[in-house]
Every structure is written in structure tokens, then in C-alpha cells.
């Protein structure tokens, strides 16, 4: 049951967290956690309602989750991507395992991770270490668009790949917060043969990731809409479809 109100935690702050409510289009949904969570355990999946209209102000420059930071950015990169290891918000920020399911302290300077095998991301590349590994690598490339990222891994000196689902992050110095890190902005895992195969700039189009919504539809002047993502390795969460649309006036968002 923790896991289906998490969901319910998720799709309130979207609405939220953004500051805005849902557009006139439709109606903010009055999601019931009790009767939610109950129906969820006889059916296997809560659905809400099909769509859930969020009006914001603008839209991030990009898809990018470690070039982007702003408020309608953040809550689109908790939807599209997925970290090694995830805060439980219910649970005084408790950490728990995501991408990587155990974590463990090898020596002062390093901290190897076992990662979750059978993950795919939306285009259907599988999930492996070698995607942890690009994902951090980038934060070194002055040319990539996580450049800006480099800075909150400054401890973090390479990332070795000991297997295909497992990882070891060497630091240049002790780090009590890497656990921490590896579960805040920019630790969003991304696909390195994508990435590599058609380059940055469309994958701050694209946005593809493992997390359970996909992009649908994205225009940056005026709607941005997320598909669940059925070949999601949890649960899937209960509303079908997350529509971001661009209402500048706070007067017509409200």
C-alpha cells in the first residue's frame, strides 16, 4: 500500500508544486487516498481518470534532467526519469532503492551498487551499467548540457563498471552523502546509446528515460503531455495521461 500512495503523493504534487491548478479544460481531480489504495489492492492499478490537466506558466528549455532545475522542470524529470536510489516522501525522506536495488560501502573511497535487471528505457534500450556510468561521466564534459551538474559530484572521481548490473563509484575523498546524492537533481539515469547515436539536443527533445510516464507530445510554447509507460518496472501509477499546458496569465491558470 505505501507504494500506490506514493502515487497518489506524486500526482498531487504535480499539480501543486507547479503552482498552478488544472486548467478549465479539466477539472482538478479529488483522488480519495483511502478509497484509492483499497481499490488499488483488489484491481491491481488504481485509475483516477484518464487525463490530468496542469496549467503552468512556461515550459524548461529542454527535457534534459541535469540542465534543468525549474519548477515545471523538476516535477516533469520525477515523472520521466529514475534515479539509482529514491527518497520515500511519506517516510521522512527515508531512501530506498530504485535503478539500483542494494547499495554497500566498500571502503571509505567507494560504493559499490547492485542495479535492477530487466529495466528498459522508453525507446526499449535495456538498462545497464553502462548508462550509470555515462550519466555521471557527462557531468565532466564541458561541451554536454550536464556540465552545470558537475559541481554537486565535485567528490565523485570515475564510475567503474564491474558487470553489466553492477557499479562502483570511486570518490576523491570520503563522501557520507553520496547515498544522498545519488537521489537528488541531476543522479536522473539517461541513455547512453541514445544519446550517443543522435546527440544532445535530441535528447533534450525526447527526454527518454525508465520512469513511469513517457513523452507523448511536446511543444515548447504550449503543451507537454505524458503517456504511462506500460514496461514500467513497478507499479504503474493511476492516472493514464499528465498534460502540462502553457497558461501565462495566473488569473486563467487560477
Given at each position: 500500500?505505501?507504494?500506490k500512495?506514493?502515487?497518489?503523493?506524486l500526482?498531487?504534487a504535480?499539480?501543486?508544486?507547479?503552482?498552478a491548478?488544472?486548467?478549465?479544460?479539466?477539472?482538478a481531480?479529488?483522488?480519495?487516498?483511502e478509497?484509492?489504495a483499497?481499490?488499488?489492492?483488489?484491481?491491481?492499478?488504481?485509475?483516477?481518470?484518464?487525463?490530468?490537466?496542469?496549467?503552468?506558466?512556461?515550459?524548461?528549455?529542454?527535457m534534459?534532467?541535469a540542465?534543468?532545475?525549474?519548477?515545471?522542470?523538476?516535477?516533469?524529470?520525477?515523472?520521466?526519469?529514475?534515479?539509482?536510489i529514491?527518497?520515500?516522501?511519506?517516510?521522512?525522506n527515508?531512501?530506498?532503492?530504485?535503478l539500483?536495488?542494494?547499495?554497500?560501502?566498500?571502503?571509505?573511497?567507494?560504493?559499490?551498487?547492485?542495479?535492477?535487471?530487466?529495466?528498459t528505457?522508453?525507446?526499449?534500450?535495456?538498462f545497464?551499467?553502462?548508462?550509470?556510468?555515462?550519466?555521471f561521466?557527462?557531468?565532466k564534459?564541458?561541451?554536454?548540457?550536464?556540465?552545470?551538474a558537475?559541481?554537486?559530484?565535485?567528490?565523485?572521481?570515475?564510475?567503474?563498471?564491474?558487470?553489466d548490473?553492477?557499479?562502483?563509484?570511486?570518490?576523491?575523498?570520503p563522501?557520507p552523502?553520496?547515498?544522498?546524492?545519488?537521489?537528488s537533481?541531476a543522479?536522473?539515469?539517461?541513455?547512453k546509446?541514445?544519446?550517443?547515436?543522435?546527440?544532445?539536443?535530441?535528447?533534450a527533445?525526447?527526454g527518454?528515460?525508465?520512469?513511469?510516464?513517457?513523452?507523448a507530445e511536446?511543444?515548447?510554447s504550449?503543451?507537454?503531455?505524458?503517456?504511462?509507460?506500460?514496461?514500467?518496472?513497478?507499479?504503474?501509477?493511476?492516472?493514464?495521461?499528465?498534460?502540462?499546458?502553457?497558461?501565462?496569465?495566473?488569473?486563467?491558470r487560477?
Amino acid at each position: 500500500m505505501k507504494r500506490k500512495l506514493n502515487w497518489l503523493w506524486l500526482l498531487l504534487a504535480v499539480a501543486l508544486l507547479t503552482g498552478a491548478c488544472a486548467a478549465p479544460a479539466a477539472p482538478a481531480v479529488n483522488i480519495n487516498p483511502e478509497t484509492a489504495a483499497a481499490n488499488a489492492e483488489s484491481t491491481g492499478r488504481t485509475v483516477a481518470r484518464d487525463e490530468l490537466v496542469v496549467g503552468v506558466q512556461g515550459f524548461p528549455g529542454g527535457m534534459d534532467p541535469a540542465a534543468e532545475l525549474s519548477n515545471v522542470g523538476t516535477r516533469v524529470t520525477y515523472n520521466v526519469y529514475d534515479t539509482l536510489i529514491r527518497r520515500n516522501f511519506l517516510n521522512n525522506n527515508v531512501l530506498e532503492p530504485a535503478l539500483a536495488t542494494t547499495w554497500e560501502r566498500i571502503d571509505d573511497l567507494t560504493l559499490e551498487l547492485k542495479l535492477r535487471e530487466g529495466v528498459t528505457f522508453h525507446n526499449g534500450d535495456p538498462f545497464t551499467a553502462n548508462d550509470v556510468k555515462f550519466t555521471f561521466d557527462r557531468f565532466k564534459n564541458p561541451d554536454s548540457a550536464a556540465a552545470s551538474a558537475k559541481g554537486y559530484f565535485s567528490t565523485f572521481d570515475n564510475i567503474e563498471v564491474v558487470d553489466d548490473y553492477t557499479v562502483r563509484i570511486h570518490t576523491v575523498a570520503p563522501d557520507p552523502l553520496i547515498e544522498n546524492r545519488l537521489a537528488s537533481w541531476a543522479s536522473w539515469i539517461v541513455p547512453k546509446d541514445y544519446i550517443e547515436a543522435n546527440g544532445e539536443e535530441a535528447f533534450a527533445r525526447n527526454g527518454i528515460g525508465t520512469g513511469p510516464y513517457k513523452i507523448a507530445e511536446y511543444e515548447p510554447s504550449d503543451v507537454l503531455s505524458l503517456d504511462v509507460n506500460e514496461a514500467y518496472w513497478e507499479e504503474l501509477p493511476p492516472i493514464n495521461r499528465l498534460t502540462f499546458r502553457v497558461i501565462p496569465e495566473a488569473s486563467t491558470r487560477v
